[in-house]
């Protein structure tokens, strides 16, 4: 990461080349202007964002109160809604620890949230959706806390959004947020008594039945599923994603979902689809702590590291970008759409 000073010069120059001639990528535009503007803060190098598309940047697993390396990676979040010009951010849940909150004035709400994520840039909207910790006290001041908040965003435990690329009504883009704690049967017991309980009481069936409904009526360009759970991990828990998979592979792949967001897993990964799926995976679950990577996985990109995802789409292709904490981008490809 560069200084204003260092850049500003250079920012006025470069420019960089995505996908079609109409979706050019160019960052340095954006902070040349918010600079010229009043803009202090600092500038990510080489990050870029589609011109004509939509841009977002996705982070999750962050609640520590401020404390691990979340303050360094909220403020690379904030600089890098600038630098992409992103319309929103997604949360893929964990995000209070270390078992969520009791109400919408739990003091977590202030320590973890609001006194961390304090770039202005950040305050836009919170797609956000619950982890395994978010049900270790009362998961339904999550979405309560909806009500109250002007960025914040979890309408009900699961619920779909839709955006349009570039303000055209006939493109857009689906997301599908997901409740995956109720569907891994794992935490039927095994876990603290209040998280069983919270798991249980929630109707999985009801969520699936919902998930398939709302992905056979789209007419959306992009279908993306937004989930804590993974279905493929090459971390720490490589090789443990059967109950995941078992519940919405099947799922994801009728309906030619394009791409599955997910955290649970602290590091940064990105995979093609396995076997005949028909989706990307992912995951971006390191906004405070990095866990280890599996020798054993075979993935596109994985990385144990501090930070956070950006992703821009247009009509053909996903922009993908990882940047770290300390706002280098260590990680960019673009995906081509698979399903027509």
């Not at 204003?4 to 902070?31: D, H, K, M, P, R």
């Not at 971390?235 to 009728?254: C, F, H, P, S, W």
């Not at 053909?316 to 940047?323: D, G, K, M």
Request: charged share 20%; with cysteine; proline share 3%.
């Amino acid at each position: 990461m560069k200084t204003i000073s260092s850049l500003l010069f250079g920012l006025l120059f470069c420019t960089v080349a995505f996908g079609q001639e109409n979706a050019v990528a160019t960052v340095n535009e954006l902070y040349s202007e918010e600079i010229a503007s009043g803009y202090k803060d600092s500038v990510i190098k080489n990050i870029s964002y589609v011109k004509k598309g939509l841009n977002f940047c996705v982070i999750g697993d962050w609640g520590r109160h401020g404390q691990f390396y979340q303050k360094k990676v909220a403020y690379q979040l904030g600089n890098a809604v600038v630098g992409t010009n992103a319309d929103f951010i997604i949360s893929t849940g964990d995000n209070f620890y270390p078992v969520g909150v009791q109400s919408v004035q739990d003091p977590s709400w202030q320590k973890s949230f609001e006194d961390v994520y304090t770039h202005h840039s950040t305050y836009i909207d919170w797609y956000v959706v619950l982890g395994n910790h978010d049900y270790g006290t009362n998961p339904q001041a999550e979405v309560d806390y909806s009500k109250i908040s002007a960025r914040w965003k979890m309408p009900s435990r699961y619920y779909s959004v839709h955006k349009t690329i570039d303000n055209d009504t006939s493109n857009t883009v689906g997301f599908y947020f997901i409740d995956s704690s109720p569907l891994n049967k794992s935490y039927y017991g095994k876990t603290s008594e209040l998280i069983s309980q919270n798991v249980l009481n929630a109707d999985s069936a009801k969520q699936l039945n919902w998930l398939r409904s709302e992905l056979k009526k789209s007419k959306d360009k992009w279908k993306i599923v937004v989930t804590h759970h993974p279905v493929y991990s090459a971390g720490k828990r490589y090789g443990k994603t059967k109950e995941m998979e078992d519940a919405v592979k099947e799922i994801l792949n009728q309906y030619k979902v394009d791409l599955l967001i997910a955290g649970h897993e602290h590091h940064l990964e990105f995979d093609k689809p396995k076997n005949k799926d028909t989706f990307y995976q992912l995951i971006s679950g390191a906004g405070s702590e990095k866990t280890m990577i599996s020798p054993n996985a075979k993935v596109q990109y994985a990385k144990s590291e501090y930070g956070f995802a950006t992703i821009g789409i247009d009509t053909n292709s996903l922009l993908i970008q990882f940047i770290d904490w300390q706002g280098n981008v260590i990680y960019t490809t673009e995906a081509p759409k698979l399903n027509k």
